[in-house]
């Protein structure tokens, strides 16, 4: 499993333009529900739910909002650079321009938290983040991400 | 003539009394000597044997002064408890405060019995009046000198302490009625224990209620609220005792509702119960040292000093060992609960009522507690921040957060002006953030008062003073610590994700799909992290649960406060990404492993 099996080249937006976590996660939901044709209210809800655990900042500028939608047949990802950094409640407070959003399906299981794994692994890498934050549109970012792990450096 | 010129030298030395407790507080913090026993020690200078020589045997006083500060004390000690400190400790304090306190009595009875030559009644009397914590020791020894316990061990220590004592005075009373009245059913005295017990809970509660809406709807003027609660406590306390429910159960309660709502003016409430309550145990202590005649105590004290021994190394340890049996606590945190079972005023408050009633031999009840109180604050208050160091049950010290100043604001109750210090390396400063629910209204600089935008920009140095929703100001203080010099931790040691550590353990299952034991899934992680480690939590001290790992990754209060959570490897692991000189060496070592044959 790599991270494009994950993410499409349309799910993928280079510079999304929002001023706070909410409308951050409210334009993601919309674009998600755009391509899975689930509904937007619904995936944010989703969202929301889990940050009210505790927030998906991972640190470095990283955010990874996640959750579990029971009618989506397979796991959904999405990526988006956003336009200026946000305040998305960080432990080490630093405020957040790369987000990946992952949903899966009710039963994904383990597959849904090695994909996480992945994910978090892949956006931790100071190189891979240095190169998605260069990339100024979806081709070349998708080109970063289908990067195997271990040259993506 | 004469007689006024006494009431004024009684206010005159009392006052001079109280004034000199409050001053020696200076100097006893200076030296660590715990300090409740050095108010005993100035009431005794001042009473009939020492310099002072007061002559003072007004038990009724006594008994009308203990009961007040007694009841303060416990209504502050409800006050400052957090409801979600002691959910998770909830059963095994009750169990100690009730059948603890009723073992801890009948097995110090046969040695009382012996000892003191008393018969059963009275021997069981003897044990009553010893057998409960007093919790003004508890909550003044277990928060002083810095140490901080572990969460659990110190809420159950403190939820028993406030909880026993209504026990205890219900048992002695029993006990009491019974050698002077004669005989009484079995029956008759359980039943006049649950009446006292749930009568004095709906007191408590219904009043602490009243008492929160009575804050919140009627406009008091500046300073009368701190006054009002104090008053309102004595009020409830005085109710339930006249209707024959347990007074001390339903101030304590009434504390713990009015602490956990919000109520108008309740950080000044919180400062004068401060003050109030050290004044309380500072009278109380003073008094009974004035009470005490040591010419008397000589008489009793070797078999006094044998009851106060096998109290705190026989009859407690087995009694708590007993009710902590069914709760998961290691043995360590046994050995802490039964090291700390501090006896204080309230012990000596006890042995004033078979005074008060005139029960034969009822100076030796008081000398033997008296003696008790000595001894078990000598040795267990002096000894109890090593003991819950060996014993692991201490936390290390972190650095405080900053200083928070937290402003009411009258007319309403969602916002409160919390004010901080500019420091040079917070992250407020450097990052210029702020969470979006907080809104700064004022900076003062150089003693000057300016608005955030004259401020602009704010320099380290500036207090600046932001509206924020009380129950949210806690979590303004990580915009205004000084961050520490990035050592980015190895987040993979930490985790990839980060939750609070107030979930539960059901909402991490339902979330990531694991399994999780159906009886745990309502305990929170942090409680998790208290309840299987069996050391003090640490940053990075990692507990597996299904396929994940939680790790403890920032911790507050001593609870783990956000866990991170290492999600399992690929079963294909990325290899290492290895620079070619490494990769050689890697080659040439698994070259002369295979030649070497190892």
Same mark, same amino acid.
Not at chain 2, 170 to 178: G, H, R
Not at chain 2, 396 to 422: H, K
Not at chain 2, 471 to 495: C, I, N, Q, Y
């Given at each position: 499993?790599?991270?494009t099996?994950?993410?499409?080249?349309?799910?993928?937006?280079?510079?999304?333009?929002?001023?706070?976590?909410? =409308?951050?996660?409210?334009?993601?939901?919309?674009?998600a529900?755009?391509?899975?044709? =689930?509904?937007?209210? #619904?995936?944010?809800?989703?969202?929301?739910?889990r940050?009210?655990?505790?927030?998906?900042?991972?640190?470095?500028g990283?955010?990874?909002?996640?959750?579990?939608?029971?009618?989506? $047949?397979?796991?959904?990802?999405?990526f988006?650079?956003?336009?200026r950094?946000?305040?998305?409640?960080?432990? $080490?407070g =630093?405020?957040?321009?790369?987000?990946?959003?992952?949903?899966?399906?009710e039963?994904?299981?383990?597959?849904?938290?090695?994909?996480?794994?992945?994910?978090?692994r892949?956006?931790? $890498?100071? $190189?891979?983040?240095?190169?998605l934050?260069?990339?100024?549109?979806?081709q070349?970012?998708?080109?970063?991400?289908?990067?195997?792990?271990?040259?993506? #450096? | 003539?004469?007689?006024?010129?006494?009431?004024?030298?009684?206010?005159?030395?009392?006052?001079?009394?109280?004034?000199?407790?409050?001053?020696?507080s200076?100097?006893?913090?200076?030296?660590?000597?715990?300090l409740?026993l050095?108010?005993?020690?100035?009431?005794?200078?001042?009473?009939?044997?020492?310099?002072?020589?007061?002559?003072?045997?007004?038990?009724?006083?006594t008994?009308?002064?203990?009961?007040?500060?007694?009841?303060? @004390?416990? *209504?502050d000690?409800?006050l400052?408890?957090?409801?979600?400190?002691?959910?998770?400790?909830?059963?095994?304090s009750?169990?100690?405060?009730?059948?603890?306190?009723?073992?801890?009595?009948?097995?110090?009875?046969?040695?009382?019995?012996?000892?003191?030559?008393?018969?059963w009644?009275?021997?069981?009397?003897?044990?009553?009046?010893?057998?409960?914590?007093?919790?003004?020791?508890?909550?003044?020894?277990?928060?002083?000198?810095?140490?901080?316990?572990?969460?659990?061990?110190?809420?159950?220590?403190e939820?028993?302490?406030?909880?026993?004592?209504?026990?205890?005075?219900?048992?002695?009373?029993?006990?009491?009625? &019974?050698?002077?009245?004669?005989?009484?059913?079995?029956?008759?005295?359980?039943?006049?224990?649950?009446?006292?017990?749930?009568?004095?809970?709906?007191?408590?509660?219904?009043?602490?209620?009243?008492?929160?809406?009575?804050?919140?709807?009627?406009a008091?003027?500046?300073?009368?609220?701190?006054?009002?609660?104090?008053?309102?406590?004595?009020?409830?306390?005085?109710?339930?005792?006249?209707?024959?429910?347990?007074?001390?159960l339903?101030?304590?309660?009434?504390?713990?509702?009015?602490?956990?709502?919000?109520?108008? !003016?309740?950080?000044?409430?919180?400062?004068?119960?401060?003050?109030?309550?050290?004044?309380?145990?500072i009278?109380m202590?003073?008094?009974l040292?004035?009470?005490v005649?040591?010419?008397?105590?000589?008489?009793?004290?070797?078999?006094?000093?044998?009851?106060?021994?096998?109290?705190?190394?026989? !009859?407690?340890?087995?009694?708590?060992?007993?009710?902590?049996?069914?709760?998961?606590?290691? /043995?360590?945190?046994?050995?802490f609960?039964? /090291?700390?079972?501090?006896?204080?005023?309230?012990? @000596?408050?006890l042995?004033?009522?078979?005074?008060?009633?005139?029960?034969?031999?009822?100076?030796?009840?008081?000398?033997?507690?008296?003696?008790?109180?000595?001894?078990?604050? &000598? *040795?267990?208050? /002096?000894?109890?921040?090593?003991?819950?160091?060996?014993?692991?049950?201490?936390?290390?010290?972190?650095?405080?957060?900053?200083?928070?100043?937290?402003?009411?604001?009258?007319?309403?109750?969602?916002?409160?002006?919390?004010?901080?210090?500019?420091?040079?390396?917070?992250?407020y400063?450097?990052?210029? &953030?702020?969470?979006?629910?907080?809104?700064?209204?004022?900076?003062?600089?150089?003693?000057?008062?300016?608005?955030?935008?004259?401020?602009?920009?704010?320099?380290?140095?500036?207090y @600046?003073?932001?509206? !924020?929703?009380?129950?949210?100001?806690?979590?303004?203080?990580? *915009?205004?610590?000084?961050?520490?010099?990035?050592?980015?931790?190895?987040?993979?040691?930490?985790?990839?994700?980060?939750?609070?550590?107030?979930?539960?353990?059901?909402? &991490?299952?339902?979330?990531?799909?694991?399994?999780?034991?159906?009886a745990?899934?309502?305990?929170?992680?942090?409680d998790?992290?208290?309840?299987?480690?069996?050391?003090?939590?640490?940053?990075?001290?990692?507990?597996?649960?299904?396929?994940?790992?939680?790790?403890?990754?920032?911790?507050?209060?001593?609870?783990?406060?956000?866990?991170?959570?290492?999600?399992?490897?690929?079963?294909?692991?990325?290899?290492?990404?290895?620079?070619?000189?490494?990769?050689?060496?890697?080659?040439?070592?698994r070259? /002369?492993?295979?030649?070497?044959?190892?």
């Amino acid at each position: 499993m790599t991270i494009t099996d994950l993410v499409a080249p349309e799910a993928i937006i280079p510079a999304l333009k929002v001023n706070s976590k909410k =409308q951050a996660l409210q334009e993601l939901a919309a674009r998600a529900s755009a391509l899975t044709g =689930q509904n937007d209210r #619904a995936i944010f809800e989703v969202l929301l739910q889990r940050e009210k655990l505790g927030t998906t900042a991972v640190g470095y500028g990283v955010a990874i909002p996640h959750g579990k939608l029971p009618k989506l $047949d397979k796991l959904f990802g999405l990526f988006a650079r956003l336009d200026r950094p946000i305040d998305f409640e960080a432990m $080490d407070g =630093q405020p957040v321009d790369l987000v990946f959003l992952l949903l899966a399906p009710e039963g994904a299981g383990a597959d849904h938290l090695k994909a996480l794994a992945r994910i978090a692994r892949l956006l931790r $890498d100071q $190189d891979v983040a240095k190169k998605l934050r260069a990339s100024r549109d979806a081709q070349a970012i998708y080109s970063v991400l289908a990067l195997p792990p271990a040259t993506a #450096a | 003539m004469a007689s006024l010129d006494s009431v004024s030298i009684a206010i005159l030395l009392g006052a001079v009394l109280v004034m000199a407790g409050i001053l020696s507080s200076l100097l006893a913090l200076r030296f660590g000597a715990p300090l409740l026993l050095f108010f005993l020690f100035i009431g005794m200078v001042a009473g009939e044997a020492g310099p002072g020589g007061l002559r003072f045997d007004d038990v009724h006083t006594t008994y009308v002064v203990g009961s007040v500060a007694l009841a303060l @004390i416990l *209504f502050d000690g409800g006050l400052k408890t957090r409801f979600q400190a002691i959910r998770a400790v909830l059963a095994p304090s009750m169990v100690l405060a009730t059948i603890g306190v009723l073992l801890t009595a009948l097995i110090t009875a046969p040695v009382a019995k012996y000892a003191l030559d008393l018969n059963w009644t009275q021997a069981l009397l003897t044990g009553a009046v010893v057998a409960s914590t007093d919790a003004a020791a508890v909550f003044l020894l277990v928060h002083a000198q810095g140490l901080r316990l572990r969460p659990r061990v110190g809420a159950t220590l403190e939820v028993e302490s406030g909880t026993n004592d209504p026990f205890a005075v219900f048992l002695t009373l029993t006990l009491v009625k &019974l050698l002077s009245l004669g005989d009484a059913s079995a029956g008759h005295v359980a039943m006049e224990f649950v009446q006292e017990a749930v009568l004095g809970t709906l007191i408590g509660v219904v009043g602490g209620r009243l008492v929160v809406l009575a804050m919140n709807r009627v406009a008091l003027p500046q300073g009368l609220h701190a006054p009002f609660v104090c008053t309102a406590a004595l009020v409830i306390f005085g109710l339930a005792q006249i209707a024959h429910a347990s007074g001390f159960l339903a101030v304590y309660l009434a504390g713990i509702i009015i602490g956990n709502r919000p109520t108008r !003016a309740h950080n000044s409430v919180v400062t004068f119960l401060d003050a109030a309550t050290w004044l309380a145990q500072i009278v109380m202590f003073v008094m009974l040292g004035l009470l005490v005649s040591p010419e008397r105590l000589v008489g009793s004290i070797i078999p006094a000093v044998g009851v106060a021994l096998v109290l705190m190394f026989v !009859a407690r340890p087995v009694a708590v060992f007993l009710c902590l049996q069914p709760f998961r606590f290691n /043995w360590r945190e046994k050995m802490f609960v039964s /090291w700390v079972g501090l006896r204080g005023a309230v012990a @000596i408050f006890l042995a004033s009522i078979p005074m008060l009633v005139g029960l034969p031999k009822a100076s030796l009840y008081f000398d033997v507690a008296f003696v008790v109180v000595i001894i078990s604050l &000598l *040795f267990q208050g /002096w000894t109890l921040a090593f003991a819950a160091r060996k014993l692991h049950v201490a936390l290390p010290r972190t650095d405080r957060g900053p200083r928070r100043i937290e402003l009411d604001l009258p007319g309403q109750l969602e916002q409160q002006l919390v004010g901080y210090a500019v420091r040079p390396k917070s992250l407020y400063l450097k990052r210029n &953030l702020i969470p979006s629910w907080s809104k700064p209204t004022l900076v003062i600089r150089d003693e000057r008062i300016l608005t955030p935008a004259e401020a602009e920009p704010v320099t380290a140095g500036d207090y @600046i003073y932001l509206l !924020a929703p009380p129950e949210k100001a806690e979590a303004l203080d990580r *915009f205004f610590v000084d961050m520490p010099p990035s050592t980015a931790p190895d987040p993979h040691l930490l985790g990839d994700f980060m939750v609070s550590g107030e979930i539960t353990l059901g909402d &991490l299952a339902a979330i990531y799909g694991i399994a999780v034991d159906p009886a745990q899934a309502s305990l929170t992680l942090a409680d998790y992290f208290d309840i299987h480690l069996d050391h003090a939590p640490t940053v990075g001290a990692a507990l597996p649960i299904d396929s994940i790992d939680l790790v403890a990754r920032s911790l507050g209060g001593g609870r783990v406060n956000v866990v991170g959570l290492r999600l399992p490897e690929d079963e294909d692991p990325a290899p290492p990404k290895l620079t070619r000189r490494q990769a050689l060496k890697a080659k040439l070592k698994r070259g /002369w492993t295979t030649l070497s044959g190892a």
